[in-house]
């Protein structure tokens, strides 16, 4: 082989090694930046709900009190630091506080446990004590606060942290019911070992890391969109072609605030259909359908038809708003009507589900679009 040739394949060889190393270099620290935010990020909003909750034992103990401190620190954090203070996500973070707080004290498992509850508390500027006690994403504790059962929230962040599961990871295995196939499981060390096995589509890259919505809205950066962004639009859209029907709906309330129990939740949308004198209440949940999601749409139900159902009203309908990036669906709960008769009435007078799943995917291609032109505007620029 000629000298000058051996020469050029050595040096293409050196420069393919420098450049696969630099990619790997960058690529970690990517993920180690999106992590040092990711702990920042927890801590701020572990510490925001202590202070929204120390407030609100400061004040008046009624819900009253709660929806209007929450609504305006909504509209004053939006004003001075952009997105990601909706009143949604505020109550989040008091949620957070609460619930690992609760979770700490009671099952005091450890001194230790206790004795961080204490540091934390009085010395809350102390960040890095924070971070450490919550070594997830902020993503990841969203969805552990949709868990009802205290055993199963601390079992999805046991082996979130135990299989280093990413959030996708983390949403298809509570999909599953992981938690439950687990308890029901005569070998739960073989089902253990199957749940840390890793999806395709399971796994981030470090940009998609980086990228993460709540990390975007934290740092106030702009995105082409996020879930966020699209979870509004369609919940507004929705609202606006509802209302624009004719169908004889009017609007009750968004973000419609209800506690069972010791649990608060919050529910999208609130309509009232007169020509069937009931309300109808929507929830949207970017994913898959689950029984779950049903199950929750029937608890709303029936706290709506025990708290807000006036004397002559027929009971409420649920109505399920499913997105996901492939596919969109609409799903009505009838089972909580007290007869067939009345069920009947209701799909007659209602919109037809596939309708409504049509105007989800309208609301989304109108996203995608969208994105396209500001990636053409910025290549123009």
């Known amino acids: 082989m000629p000298k000058k040739k051996t020469e050029i394949i050595k040096t293409k060889v050196a420069y393919d090694s420098i450049l696969s190393n630099v990619v790997e270099l960058l690529e970690e620290s990517r993920r180690l930046a999106a992590r040092s935010v990711n702990a920042v990020v927890t801590a701020t909003y572990w510490e925001i ?62 001194s230790e446990k206790a004795k961080i509850v204490q540091t934390l508390s009085a010395q809350s500027s102390n960040f890095a004590e924070i971070a450490k006690r919550f070594p997830l994403p902020w993503s990841h504790y969203v969805l552990l606060l949709s868990c009802r059962d205290e055993d199963e929230r601390e079992f999805y962040e046991t082996e979130s942290l135990r299989g280093g599961w990413s959030v996708r990871q983390l949403k ?9 196939r687990t308890l029901l499981s005569k070998n739960k060390a073989v089902m253990l070992k199957e749940g840390e096995k890793a999806l395709p589509e399971d796994y981030l890259s470090p940009d998609e890391e980086i990228k993460d919505p709540f990390i975007l809205e934290f740092l106030n950066l702009k995105d082409e969109y996020s879930e966020l962004d699209l979870e509004e639009a369609i ?11 004719g169908a004889g709906f009017t609007f009750i309330g968004r973000q419609m605030r209800l ?39 029937i608890l709303y139900t029936n706290y709506g038809n025990e708290h807000w159902r006036m004397e002559d009203e027929n009971p409420p309908v649920g109505l399920i708003l499913c997105d996901e990036k492939n596919d969109a669906l609409a799903y009505y709960t009838l089972s909580n009507l007290p007869n067939k008769v009345l069920a009947s009435e209701y799909k007659m007078i209602l919109p037809e589900e596939k309708i409504l799943a049509e105007e989800i995917r309208k609301t989304r291609k109108m996203f995608g679009e969208r994105a396209i032109g500001n990636r053409k505007s910025k290549i123009a620029n």
């Open 49 to 110: 709900g202590r202070r929204i909750v120390e407030i609100e034992q400061k004040g008046e103990e009624r819900a009253e009190y709660g929806e209007s401190l929450l609504r305006r620190l909504s509209e004053d954090l939006t004003k001075r630091f952009g997105r990601g203070f909706s009143e949604r996500n505020l109550e989040q973070m008091r949620l957070f506080y609460s619930t690992w707080k609760i979770s700490q004290t009671l099952s005091a498992k450890s």
């Open 235 to 245: 919940i507004k859209h929705l609202q606006d072609f509802l209302l624009e029907l």
């Open 172 to 180: 298809r295995q509570k999909d599953s019911q992981f938690y439950k």
């Open 259 to 297: 506690r069972v129990g010791d649990e608060w939740y919050r529910v999208d949308l609130v309509l009232f259909n007169r020509r069937l004198r009931c309300l109808v209440i929507i929830d949207l949940k970017l994913g898959k359908l689950t029984h779950a999601d049903i199950g929750q749409m």
